[in-house]
């Protein structure tokens, strides 16, 4: 079945940078656009990047433009978020997804703390 399943995540400060990855399996990673999507308490979830099925084409949410690079490696099915100087607003559990057939799939997520 399909597993998608996020690391990476932790406490850090301020100005920090942290690399999340997100495992696929169950489904053929290379043929699907991958998303990034993060919730912070009390809010909604909020899409942060996407990335097109072989990579030639992200998106971001722009808070996190200059910041935060989505990137895949097709080979070993796994989908990356790299992230650079990091805020405290960045703070929230980070899932990845994609859709299929118009059924979105969401990995548990990986919590970030950013914080002195």
């Known amino acids: 079945q399909v597993q998608l399943v996020e690391s990476g995540g932790g406490l850090v400060q301020p100005g920090g940078s942290l690399r999340l990855s997100c495992a696929a399996s169950g489904f053929f990673f290379s043929n699907y656009a991958m998303t990034w999507y993060r919730q912070a308490p009390g809010k909604e979830r909020e899409l942060v990047a996407v990335?097109?099925?072989?990579?030639?084409?992200?998106n971001y949410l722009n808070s996190v433009k200059g910041r935060f690079t989505i990137s895949r490696d097709n080979a070993k099915n796994t989908l990356y978020l790299q992230m650079n100087s990091l805020k405290p607003e960045d703070t929230a559990v980070y899932y990845c997804?994609?859709?299929?057939?118009?059924?979105?799939?969401w990995g548990q997520g990986t919590q970030v703390t950013v914080s002195s």
């Open positions: 990335i097109s099925s072989v990579g030639g084409t992200t």
């Open positions: 997804n994609f859709q299929r057939g118009g059924k979105p799939y």
